[in-house]
Nanobody, 132 residues
């Protein structure tokens, strides 16, 4: 069974950095769409950054220039490098994936608020807290 396991969350002060990792178990990266999402209480999952096997890389406007998504296929690991963190970045961050093609179509054609509809597999999340 496909399993995604996130790590790397924590508490930092504004302006600090964190790197999140997401290890994929039970599948090899092939025809993939992978994304990082975040959620705060009372809100839906918001797309943060996404990458797919067609070479598409996209970011939410709120994180452009500060966050970098990357993939190490040899390690079966997805990363999110986060710099210049702001208090409004505080959230639970989730890794998600799709290997059937719908995720790629969603990432390439729709906005970050709709990427969630293209993902089939989700991790349990890792908490990021940014203090001012």
């Amino acid at each position: 069974a496909v399993q995604l396991v996130e790590s790397g969350g924590g508490s930092v002060q504004a302006g600090g950095s964190l790197e999140l990792s997401c290890v994929l178990f039970g599948y090899q990266f092939d025809n993939y769409a992978m994304g990082w999402f975040r959620q705060v209480p009372g809100r839906e999952h918001d797309g943060v950054a996404a990458i797919d096997s067609d070479g598409s890389i996209r970011y939410a406007d709120s994180v452009k220039g500060r966050f970098t998504i990357s993939l190490d296929i040899a390690k079966n690991t997805l990363y999110l490098q986060m710099r210049n963190l702001k208090p409004e970045d505080s959230a639970r961050y989730y890794c998600a994936a799709d290997f059937e093609g719908r995720g790629k179509s969603t990432i390439q054609r729709l906005g970050p608020e709709e990427w969630v509809f293209g993902m089939d597999y989700w991790g349990k999340g890792t908490l990021v807290t940014v203090s001012s």
